[in-house]
């Protein structure tokens, strides 16, 4: 039986789990230096807590939302004590504010082709990516197959898409929304970039 996902299902969790159980020590500092003590954070997309539980871990306030009950399943069995909402974030509706939010850059295509599971069963990813030149999509239909030797136990369909921003095209959407200082950055020591020849970009957005 094929289970039909746009978002994170069983298959696609076990698989980030073994592959990102913990955050990069520098990217998890990045999000920290912008944290402060007393003040409420909310972090969409936070999936199976790899950020938020070190954050709660320190004392902080912090919620997570996403739209994967597997994942927040995970975050749940990880640290009982965590605060989340199970909604996409175009639906979650609170009445807090918050002083801090951040959606990590990786919150997104961490995957491998295969991966061996606990058990020691293969899990594997077959993916074919395509551009909308267009529309500036990028279609990632992908198959999540669990293998015990060559037998099929389970597989499950993931259809992701994901619009490639150009440099300038993000930040003009977050001053249009509301953030009137947008600093952008290339790597998570905040070196400023000017141009298109960075490899990651991060958005600091003020108010």
């Known amino acids: 039986m094929i289970e039909e996902k746009n978002y994170y299902g069983n298959l696609c969790t076990e698989m980030y789990e073994i592959l990102h159980a913990e955050a990069p020590q520098d990217e998890l500092n ?18 199976s807590g790899r950020f938020l539980v070190p954050f709660a871990q320190k004392g902080l306030d ?25 909604s996409t974030i ?11 939010i951040f959606i990590t850059s990786g919150s997104m295509s961490l995957f491998t082709d295969s991966v061996k599971t606990d058990d020691g069963c293969d899990l594997i990813l077959k993916t074919k990516n395509t551009f909308d030149t267009r529309t500036g999509t990028q279609y990632s239909p992908s198959f999540y197959e669990l293998y015990d030797g060559g037998r099929l136990l389970k597989r499950e369909f993931m259809d992701f898409r994901t619009h490639l921003y150009k440099y300038g095209e993000m930040e003009a959407v977050l001053k249009e929304v509301g953030f009137p200082i ?9 070196n400023e970039t000017l141009d298109e020849k960075a490899e990651i ?7």
């Open 30 to 47: 990045f999000y920290l230096s912008y944290a402060q003590a007393g003040k409420k954070i909310l972090e969409p997309l936070c999936g």
């Open 201 to 207: 970009y991060l958005f600091e957005c003020t108010v």
């Open 182 to 190: 947008v600093r952008t950055f290339s790597c998570f020591d905040k």
């Open 62 to 86: 912090i919620f997570g939302v996403d739209s994967s009950r597997e994942m927040l399943d995970k975050l749940q069995a990880k640290y009982p004590a965590a605060k989340f909402a199970f």
């Open 90 to 100: 175009e639906n979650f509706q609170t009445e807090d504010k918050f002083d801090y």
